[in-house]
């Protein structure tokens, strides 16, 4: 182990700069998710439209001189947003910032008939990507879920968006409730027969504070598939995926060359990140200082905050070198590239142990090749238990 004169962290730029745009809406709110989204009998458009706007112009005032490399509309159900709306943010974006030659823009999708008749509106916006979530292909499942789209409809949207966006991705979740091992897999393969160039494909967790959770402490959550059941599907996915060309580039993420998310990379690869809306996390670095930035969760404390102070965050904490790297670390090993140990070593001021290094070596957790450290297939299934080995060492 050695030690280095601590540097500023002035290395967003690793990762780039983009911009999250969180929509708060959905019309309803799905059991399992713990996402900040809100059901609201009537949303004023204009008025959402006008305060993404306020908070841009804001934003700009200390990011403006940067090159964007992608925007996200997140949510929420962002394809609730008017294709109206979604395209003065773009426009506002682009008096703002410069942009890479091959900028990204995302809006996240339920395949319902009514939100898919909105996809050229989002097109001619300039939505380039969408990220359509299927969640399932079994009608029952998706009742389960909550979901208010059927199979049919799902495969429907996923048709017509890869028929008008540049890239399409999609989201399915596996070890649901009574699910065996050939079901899932017929599910992953038609789903690929489809020709997405990404899909995210998440084991079904439960989330604290969800209505999943409330059921499973009362016992009412049955069928869920044991450790074993969900190693076996998670690796069923790995090979699908790669028979398909979809090589996984991230724990949950599979992609063709080339089609990776760049904004899901920013957030992997630590870089900068704007987070507007109700909710919204972000990453800036300001004259040598990460800083984390948060949004009020509550769309209408959101908007009250906006229009007395003129800013819809919270205060924002700056975060000290060993959370910086810690962070890093835990974010980087989801990645297949893994962690740049120059980098974590400048972050940290001291290097990551290498006894502690050799040892998960050998155990075929991790491998190192030249400076970059990444998790292995085995270490992937035992993350968190990895990430702590090696920042306690």
Not at 25 to 33: E, G, H, I, N, Q
Not at 63 to 90: E, H, Q
Not at 104 to 124: D, I
Not at 213 to 240: F, Q, V
């Amino acid at each position: 182990m050695f030690h280095v004169k601590q540097e500023p962290a002035e290395d967003w730029h690793e990762g780039g700069f983009s911009l999250y745009i969180h929509w708060p809406f959905c019309k309803a709110k799905c059991p399992y998710c713990d996402f900040n989204s809100h059901v609201r009998n009537a949303i004023d458009q204009a008025e959402w439209k006008a305060a993404y706007l306020q908070e841009l112009d804001r934003a700009a005032e200390e990011t403006g001189g940067r090159i964007l490399r992608s925007v996200f509309f997140g949510g929420g159900t962002p394809s609730l947003m008017d294709p109206d709306t979604v395209g003065a943010i773009l426009d506002r974006v682009s008096r703002h910032w410069r942009m890479t030659n091959d900028f990204e823009v995302t809006l996240e999708a339920n395949p319902t008939s009514v939100e898919a008749s909105r996809f050229s509106g989002y097109r001619s916006a300039g939505v380039n990507r969408v990220s359509l979530g299927l969640q399932a292909l079994n009608d029952h499942d998706l009742r389960r879920l909550g979901r208010q789209h059927s199979a049919s409809e799902g495969l429907a949207a996923l048709d017509l968006a890869r028929s008008l966006f540049d890239r399409t991705s999609c989201d399915l979740i596996y070890a649901r409730q009574d699910q065996d091992l050939a079901s899932w897999g017929g599910e992953l393969r038609h789903v690929l027969a489809r020709g997405p160039d990404h899909i995210s494909l998440y084991q079904l967790t439960v989330e604290e504070g969800t209505v999943f959770a409330r059921l499973y402490d009362a016992g009412k959550l049955r069928g869920l598939p044991d450790e074993d059941l969900a190693a076996d599907m998670y690796d069923l996915t790995t090979a699908l995926c790669a028979d398909a060309g979809l090589m996984g580039y991230e724990v949950s993420n599979y992609a063709l060359p080339g089609s990776e998310s760049r904004h899901n990379l920013t957030y992997w690869r630590m870089g900068d990140y704007l987070g507007i809306g109700p909710g919204a996390h972000g990453r800036l670095t300001l004259a040598g200082r990460r800083h984390a930035t948060l949004c009020h969760k509550s769309p209408e404390l959101w908007l009250e905050s906006l229009r007395k102070t003129g800013r819809g965050e919270v205060p924002r904490e700056t975060i000290s070198p060993q959370d910086q790297a810690l962070e890093y670390l835990m974010m980087s090993l989801r990645l297949t590239e893994g962690l740049s140990m120059p980098r974590y070593t400048r972050m940290l001021g001291r290097s990551l142990n290498m006894g502690k290094i050799n040892d998960l070596q050998q155990n075929d957790f991790i491998r190192l090749a030249g400076d970059q450290l990444a998790a292995t297939e085995t270490g992937r299934l035992l993350l968190n238990r990895l990430i702590l080995e090696l920042s306690e060492a």
